[in-house]
């Protein structure tokens, strides 16, 4: 039984001020006019698993926002975390559910697990990747992932280390060859990403993997046991139809990553290399790589007035008819304006946003 699990409870504090408590980035259109980031994520999936297998697991307070934003799914595939237990908690509170909903053993189900913040265009070189990593995770024992081929130095990524001369461990007759995974490393130093890059034996970690559920409990059984008791413990809580129980036991949970709490650890891990456009939406800067520009290389949503200006993101959400919005000789900067909140970064620190998000709950400020 294939499922897709998408994470999509972050709050998208570095889209401030469009992204919002009640709205975050997930929801808001920033890749397509059309759609939502999250909209885009179901209708990827929807290529391969049916949407009644696919499920969206996000905070309790985006439960209702989600499901009356169209994204073509059943009500009750959104599913909600107790609280903030980061993607490890995350992804070990989605299989306990899985495991109880479908009553089936473990090795029965494979996972998919994509994220709401990226943008892919070419779906179909994606679910050719995705159609491999699912292939590999049901045949290996271990934890699958996909990998993306550096287009840039990119410090803001993890990546995935290949072996020297590494030879596919199946896929390799097909055209979609997949290889034992060396190392993860986490988010380098513009030194060390500028060596990964130039080697050609790093793939950028995209944060989608792929297993069938007994591998991730094995996999959590040696490399940290407290996850594997856990899932263990939600899934007698679900089939009891217990929620208090599985909050108290999602509770305890540490919070940290499943790149910290699983993956680097894991014994048996493997890496589908991905030859698609890809990005992480993480922050404001993201908008040059993913919307066009103008020729002077301004990406503008809303209508502003730019006059001698160069290499500018500026997005007026109201709308030129609701608020006027001009940038004049101004380089290198992102500019957004909604109805209550202004914007003003260059776009090198646009990570720092979340700094101002944090000043702004310090004041107790409503604009969030």
């Given at each position: ?209 792929f297993w069938r559920i ?50 680097e650890n894991a014994k ?101």
């Amino acid at each position: 039984m294939h499922v897709a699990v998408i994470m999509a409870g972050g709050s998208g504090q570095r889209f401030w001020p469009v992204s919002r408590h009640n709205h975050p980035k997930q929801l808001l259109r920033l890749t397509s006019p059309e759609q939502s980031l999250l909209q885009e994520a179901v209708g990827r999936m929807s290529g391969l698993i049916a949407p009644e297998r696919i499920f969206v697991i996000t905070a309790r307070h985006l439960v209702a926002p989600i499901r009356q934003a169209g994204i073509g799914l059943p009500d009750e595939n959104v599913i909600a975390e107790p609280c903030k237990r980061n993607t490890a908690g995350c992804l070990v509170y989605a299989a306990a559910y899985l495991m109880a909903k479908y009553d089936v053993p473990a090795e029965d189900i494979t996972m998919a697990v994509v994220t709401a913040d990226h943008q892919v265009p070419d779906h179909e070189l994606f679910l050719k990747r995705v159609e491999a990593a699912m292939a590999a995770a049901d045949a290996l024992e271990g934890l699958v992932t996909i990998g993306i081929k550096p287009s840039r130095v990119e410090t803001g990524y993890g990546y995935i280390e290949l072996p020297e001369n590494a030879e596919p461990v199946m896929g390799h007759q097909t055209g979609r060859p997949v290889y034992r995974a060396e190392q993860f490393w986490e988010k380098p130093t513009p030194e060390d990403a500028e060596r990964y890059v130039e080697s050609g034996r790093f793939l950028w970690n995209s944060g989608m993997f792929f297993w069938r559920i007994s591998s991730f409990l094995a996999e959590f059984e040696h490399a940290n046991p407290v996850y594997a008791d856990a899932l263990l413990d939600l899934m007698a809580a679900f089939g009891a139809d217990d929620q208090a129980r599985a909050d108290a036991v999602f509770a305890e949970l540490p919070d940290i990553s499943i790149d910290f709490a699983l993956l680097e650890n894991a014994k048996d891990v493997y890496v589908a290399p991905g030859r698609f456009q890809w990005d992480d939406v993480g922050s404001w800067d993201a908008l040059e790589r993913t919307l066009p520009s103008d020729p002077r290389g301004n990406v503008t949503l809303g209508d502003p007035i730019l006059v001698d200006t160069e290499d500018c993101i500026v997005y007026n959400a109201p709308g030129a008819k609701q608020m006027a919005v001009a940038v004049v000789g101004c380089r290198d900067l992102v500019v957004v304006t909604t109805e209550d909140g202004v914007l003003v970064v260059p776009k090198a620190q646009a990570q720092d946003v979340k700094k101002a998000v944090i000043a702004l709950k310090e004041r107790g400020s409503s604009q969030l």
